[in-house]
């Protein structure tokens, strides 16, 4: 019990001087993007199971990677937990992540979801895939990503903003796969097709579908599962595209860590990611936000399994960090703002 009154009282300062302490203790300091609920539940498991206080900070991820740019060999942070690959990779080129040499994270984290130099590691797995009206719509006429350019659909298709990086990061992956010119083509065809101008969250695509504004759109599936939590009969269905014998499968991206460049404490760091990617850690990690697990292990939350099984992207998803400023421009040529 002191150990956790000890870490409530971190949690509710949010400042890195609190709770006292020496950077040597038997503590960790946690920057993540993650939202507070997200990730406080999975910080307050592991100190009961270890002993080991927490403290950490929420930010987006941007202040945070500049915090950390910032604080260079003083900073107290031992492990960053971001969204999005690309994010990954932004702190990856700014030098803010060491590699970790680590067995059972080799084990539990498929090749593609972890830095090929093995600075960081996705820890849940987010699929962006589309969405449609169960009443306007028959699955029969749903196949790819670049299906959805298709004449058929003109006027029924939302979109989120291109600002958002998930939808970077799925267009980079896209030009990995079949190149500038053919992805430029195609996300012209999304614009031609768009029933209403780019929405600010997928949220809102969701719910523009449901009440009949559009038919179809682009979504992480998390995000109809939290609406399904509340409206089980909500008439909006996943379709997992690209499933064919020589496509691409469904665009995947993940949560992820790493330890930090100057992290105080690397070895603390190391075991924590290491607990993440593993048993009770990896189902609450996933389900907290119904995503999936990224270990192969793992089971999915019930509400997210009663999606149904589907072949994944396996390219590696660093190309979404590399690419992203590529997808960027080709998204802005191709007037999707």
Not at 144 to 164: F, N, P, Q, V
Request: hydrophobic residues 45%; aromatic residues 6%.
């Amino acid at each position: 019990m002191r150990v956790l009154s000890r870490l409530s009282c971190c949690l509710a300062a949010l400042l890195l001087t609190a709770c006292g302490g020496k950077p040597g203790d038997a503590q960790l300091v946690v920057y993540t993007a993650r939202a507070e609920h997200l990730i406080q539940p999975l910080l307050l498991r592991y100190t009961e199971e270890t002993g080991i206080p927490i403290r950490f900070v929420t930010d987006k991820a941007g202040p945070l990677l500049a915090r950390l740019a910032a604080e260079g060999e003083a900073t107290q942070a031992d492990v960053l937990i971001t969204v999005d690959a690309g994010n990954l990779w932004q702190a990856a080129q700014q030098d803010l992540l060491q590699a970790i040499d680590s067995p059972i994270l080799e084990a539990n984290v498929p090749a593609h979801l972890r830095d090929p130099e093995d600075r960081w590691f996705g820890l849940s797995l987010r699929a962006r895939t589309i969405i449609h009206s169960t009443e306007r719509v028959d699955p029969e006429e749903l196949n790819t990503y670049a299906g959805l350019a298709d004449d058929r659909w003109r006027g029924r298709l939302c979109l989120r903003t291109s600002k958002e990086v998930y939808n970077q990061s799925l267009v980079a992956t896209m030009i990995a796969s079949g190149g500038e010119t053919e992805t430029e083509t195609l996300v012209r065809g999304w614009v031609d097709n768009l029933a209403a101008p780019p929405f600010a969250s997928d949220t809102q695509v969701i719910e523009a579908i449901a009440a009949g504004q559009c038919d179809l759109g682009l979504v992480n599936s998390y995000y109809l599962g939290r609406l399904q939590r509340q409206q089980p009969d909500l008439p909006v269905a996943l379709f997992w595209p690209d499933q064919a014998a020589g496509e691409r499968g469904v665009h995947v991206n993940v949560s992820g860590a790493g330890v930090t460049r100057h992290s105080p404490r690397p070895e603390a760091a190391r075991a924590f990611i290491e607990w993440l990617s593993a048993g009770e850690a990896q189902r609450l990690f996933a389900s907290l936000n119904l995503e999936y697990p990224v270990n192969p292990e793992v089971a999915p939350a019930p509400l997210v399994a009663a999606w149904g099984e589907f072949r994944a992207d396996d390219i590696n998803l660093s190309t979404a960090g590399e690419l992203q400023a590529a997808a960027v421009r080709l998204m802005d040529r191709a007037g999707y703002h």
